[in-house]
């Protein structure tokens, strides 16, 4: 442009502070951006009015049609100066024509199909949207779809029949898993699929997914098992499954994809607080795991793969079980003390937490040698050295202390550290 257009101020969106293209209204009566707003309260998680700081009792947002027309107006007198008019936006879809749509589907398997195609491109347009799919019963619908095409393939597997129904019945699952993650339900929608008052146990289904379907479908169910268990209740948790606790172990045995081995973890850091739970994700094998991964390079050279993984080390190394696991792996007390002051503070504080549980429950001549020799005494005089936390300080005093009769003399604490020693 040769000439600068000033623009009038209330063209422009509080937020982006560009040329509003869909404004709206909410409820305290300012407008914004469509696009900007919608960002602002479900993606960013505010409540609020950015421009007033009042809560915002009603999410519906209200089209400002008088304004819109006012800036493709000045947009079309202004388009000698480069001024590019701004398109009329597509109406949203209805909550009516969504409720259609799956009263529609049932009719037959072709119809389910079509269903699940114009969802998922419903799903991608907004995320006003997803709020409408979410208040027509989607989530739902999409879990029915997942739970009943598990069942058929259960069915079908069981007693050999056509390989084609089978597939069809896979076909639908994959596509209404894939759907239901993309929606990213709200926290009440996935309490309500968690609460399921129709029998349909999604925990359960997603466990079995995970266990017998394909790569992408087995990652589907592990995004969706995390962020299903991020809203259950102590309860749900403690009452959780063996079989569970297998099948995500397998998923970071089998390392299906980065994002689906960060999601297994981080379900463990979910479930395993609970005593019952630690017995069970030790019995399926995770500390083993958890130690063969953090000896990965690919894995662990992610700062927040290391932490949550020592994380989860430390709650199992709280029970006899763990404890024990740990010990039967060769080179655990090598890697976890090789982790201490070499990523962050938290994965050096719960190494120090993992290797004193180990030092106070299963102190032997025998293994009090082998922690001097691998040099975890001397890794721990370092800790009193240098700044790591309070916590880390104390833990590594009370490990080195507990055992100072052996420990204190040995020629094996260098001299540079043996000033630190506790007395």
Same mark, same amino acid.
């Given at each position: 442009?040769?000439?600068?257009?000033?623009?009038?101020?209330?063209?422009?969106?509080?937020?982006?502070?560009?040329?509003?293209?869909?404004?709206?209204?909410?409820?305290?009566?300012?407008?914004?951006d469509r696009d900007s707003i919608e960002k602002w309260l479900f993606t960013g998680k505010n409540n609020s009015c950015p421009v007033t700081k009042q809560v915002i009792t009603e999410t519906d947002l209200t089209p400002n049609h008088?304004?819109?027309?006012?800036?493709?107006?000045?947009?079309?007198?202004?388009?000698?100066?480069?001024?590019?008019?701004?398109?009329?936006p597509k109406p949203l879809i209805s909550k009516s024509e969504i $409720?259609?749509?799956?009263?529609?589907?049932?009719?037959?398997?072709?119809?389910?199909?079509?269903?699940?195609k114009r969802l998922r491109q419903i799903v991608s347009e907004t995320p006003t949207n997803k709020r409408c799919l979410e208040a027509a019963g989607v989530p739902e619908f999409l879990a029915k779809i997942?739970?009943?095409?598990?069942?058929?393939?259960?069915?079908?597997?069981q007693s050999n029949m056509l390989e084609n129904r089978f597939d069809s019945?896979?076909?639908?699952?994959? $596509?209404a898993l894939s759907i239901l993650y993309h929606l990213d339900s709200s926290e009440e929608a996935r309490k309500s699929l968690l609460n399921n008052k129709k029998g349909t146990n999604l925990v359960m289904t997603l466990t079995k997914i995970m266990q017998r379907g394909n790569y992408e479908s087995r990652a589907y169910a592990t995004f969706l098992l995390k962020k299903i268990l991020e809203v259950a209740d102590p309860m749900q948790i403690i009452?959780?499954?063996?079989?569970?606790?297998?099948e995500v172990v397998q998923i970071l045995n089998d390392q299906i994809s980065h994002k689906a081995t960060t999601s297994?973890?981080? !379900?463990?850091?979910?479930?395993?607080?609970?005593?019952?739970?630690?017995?069970?994700?030790?019995?399926?094998?995770?500390?083993?795991? !958890? !130690?063969?991964?953090?000896?990965?390079?690919?894995?662990?050279s992610e700062r927040r793969n290391s932490e949550m993984a020592m994380v989860v080390l430390d709650m199992l190394c709280q029970c006899a079980e763990g404890r024990a696991e740990f010990l039967n792996h060769g080179a655990a007390i090598a890697v976890v003390s090789k982790k201490i002051l070499r990523v962050s503070q938290i994965t050096s504080e719960r190494a120090v937490r993992v290797l004193l549980s180990i030092g106070r429950f299963c102190a032997t001549p025998c293994l009090l040698q082998e922690m001097l020799q691998l040099g975890v005494v001397a890794k721990m005089c370092l800790v009193?050295?240098?700044s790591c936390g309070n916590k880390t300080t104390e833990k590594a005093k009370e490990l080195l202390k507990l055992h100072a009769r052996i420990w204190r003399e040995s020629p094996c604490v260098p001299r540079n550290l043996y000033d630190s020693y506790p007395a």
């Amino acid at each position: 442009m040769d000439q600068e257009i000033e623009i009038p101020c209330f063209f422009l969106c509080p937020i982006s502070l560009d040329i509003m293209k869909d404004p709206v209204i909410v409820s305290t009566g300012i407008t914004y951006d469509r696009d900007s707003i919608e960002k602002w309260l479900f993606t960013g998680k505010n409540n609020s009015c950015p421009v007033t700081k009042q809560v915002i009792t009603e999410t519906d947002l209200t089209p400002n049609h008088t304004l819109r027309r006012l800036i493709q107006s000045w947009c079309t007198l202004n388009a000698s100066y480069g001024i590019e008019r701004i398109a009329t936006p597509k109406p949203l879809i209805s909550k009516s024509e969504i $409720e259609k749509l799956i009263k529609d589907s049932s009719s037959s398997y072709q119809n389910q199909v079509k269903c699940l195609k114009r969802l998922r491109q419903i799903v991608s347009e907004t995320p006003t949207n997803k709020r409408c799919l979410e208040a027509a019963g989607v989530p739902e619908f999409l879990a029915k779809i997942i739970s009943n095409s598990v069942d058929t393939c259960n069915d079908l597997c069981q007693s050999n029949m056509l390989e084609n129904r089978f597939d069809s019945s896979r076909s639908l699952m994959d $596509e209404a898993l894939s759907i239901l993650y993309h929606l990213d339900s709200s926290e009440e929608a996935r309490k309500s699929l968690l609460n399921n008052k129709k029998g349909t146990n999604l925990v359960m289904t997603l466990t079995k997914i995970m266990q017998r379907g394909n790569y992408e479908s087995r990652a589907y169910a592990t995004f969706l098992l995390k962020k299903i268990l991020e809203v259950a209740d102590p309860m749900q948790i403690i009452l959780l499954e063996s079989e569970l606790f297998i099948e995500v172990v397998q998923i970071l045995n089998d390392q299906i994809s980065h994002k689906a081995t960060t999601s297994a973890m981080q !379900i463990l850091v979910i479930i395993c607080p609970w005593g019952r739970n630690r017995h069970k994700a030790v019995t399926a094998g995770a500390v083993s795991m !958890i !130690i063969e991964l953090l000896m990965d390079e690919t894995f662990s050279s992610e700062r927040r793969n290391s932490e949550m993984a020592m994380v989860v080390l430390d709650m199992l190394c709280q029970c006899a079980e763990g404890r024990a696991e740990f010990l039967n792996h060769g080179a655990a007390i090598a890697v976890v003390s090789k982790k201490i002051l070499r990523v962050s503070q938290i994965t050096s504080e719960r190494a120090v937490r993992v290797l004193l549980s180990i030092g106070r429950f299963c102190a032997t001549p025998c293994l009090l040698q082998e922690m001097l020799q691998l040099g975890v005494v001397a890794k721990m005089c370092l800790v009193l050295q240098v700044s790591c936390g309070n916590k880390t300080t104390e833990k590594a005093k009370e490990l080195l202390k507990l055992h100072a009769r052996i420990w204190r003399e040995s020629p094996c604490v260098p001299r540079n550290l043996y000033d630190s020693y506790p007395a």
